[in-house]
């Protein structure tokens, strides 16, 4: 693996398995309650510049549960970029720490931290991309119907950090990915140009969201304006009222049809209560896998440290 987990597209085929297989030894070894520190003694920084909830929370008991520890420092704590140059803080927090974790606005942010940062930095979310959450996502997919390829998924709402990662996803296992958006509010053309260069999957933009989900397997939505696009909620959810994954769309999608948000949910708005409660929904057994799958990746990136 690189020294840096900051994308799904720096991951070959091959790491990704990897990780998912390490994924699943873990979380077996966890419900067993047996003890597995791979990590004793190791220390992992949790940078956030914004809010969250699964981050925080399932890499913070990941890394306990392997032997290691974790500090959490918030937004007001380190002020990245703000109080401190982002190279700066880099450099100091890899002096006392073997990982750091990072949740920033800018993506050339995390990537900067990652280039003076002596110690792996993983992506726990940025402007432009959310790994961690789509590694998730795609291992439960995997749970649940034992494959990726053959499946129709449907990414419904704005075409984000999550769309941009489930495109990366694509461009490196072949998964037939359609994302359905509003006109202003596609995925960035160049993440999706360099997905369909890889020519490993089927990727559509379908704007119309009933025909995006006809015969879906996999549907899967987002908060329609995400943290630091507060200011345009009223406005986006008038635009994208259209794409609510709600039940006379669970319909058109295929008969047993997986039901996924990456939470947190805004329910009434881009799904509704009666679907994410729906037996269909299995956005809690993904909230779960945010931590078996992070724990596979601190592993994996740790043993570059060894
Ligand atoms: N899905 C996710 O990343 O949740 P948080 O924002 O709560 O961390
Ligand atoms: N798109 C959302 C994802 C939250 C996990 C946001 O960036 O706020």
């Not at 304006?225 to 609510?244: C, H, L, N, T, V």
């Not at 956005?283 to 601190?298: G, L, P, S, T, Y």
Request: net charge negative; glycine share 4%; proline share 4%.
């Amino acid at each position: 693996m690189n020294k840096d987990f900051l994308s799904i597209a720096e991951l070959t085929r091959e790491e990704i398995f990897e990780i998912f297989d390490l994924t699943k030894e873990l979380k077996e070894k966890t419900h067993r309650r047996e003890e597995h520190h791979i990590l004793k003694g190791y220390s992992l920084a949790m940078i956030f510049a914004k809010p969250s909830a699964r981050t925080r929370i399932s890499f913070e008991t990941g890394i306990y549960q392997l032997g290691g520890m974790a500090l959490y420092l918030a937004p007001q704590d380190i002020g990245i970029g703000t109080r401190e140059a982002v190279k700066d803080v880099a450099r100091v927090v890899s002096r006392y720490n073997d990982l750091i974790m990072a949740r920033l606005f800018a993506h050339s942010d995390i990537e900067e931290l990652a280039e003076y940062s002596s110690v792996p930095v993983i992506n726990g979310l940025t402007d432009y991309n959310h790994p961690c959450q789509i590694m998730c996502d795609a291992f439960t997919i995997l749970e649940h119907r034992g494959k990726l390829d053959g499946l129709k998924i449907v990414y419904l709402g704005d075409g984000n950090n999550i769309a941009h990662s489930w495109i990366n996803f694509a461009s490196r296992v072949p998964i037939h990915l359609v994302i359905s958006s509003p006109r202003d509010y596609q995925p960035d053309p160049k993440t999706l140009q360099s997905a369909l260069n890889a020519g490993l999957s089927t990727i559509e933009l379908v704007a119309d969201p009933v025909e995006a989900v006809s015969g879906a397997d996999v549907l899967y939505t987002d908060v329609w304006a995400s943290m630091g696009q507060e200011d345009e909620a009223e406005e986006r959810r008038k635009i994208f009222r259209p794409y609510q994954l709600n039940s006379q769309l669970l319909a058109h999608a295929s008969k047993n049809a997986l039901v996924m948000h990456c939470l947190p949910a805004h329910r009434g708005d881009e799904i509704t209560d009666e679907v994410i409660e729906s037996p269909n929904s299995i956005v809690f057994d993904e909230a779960e896998n945010r931590m078996h799958v992070q724990k596979a990746i601190m592993v994996k990136l740790a043993e570059n440290l060894k």
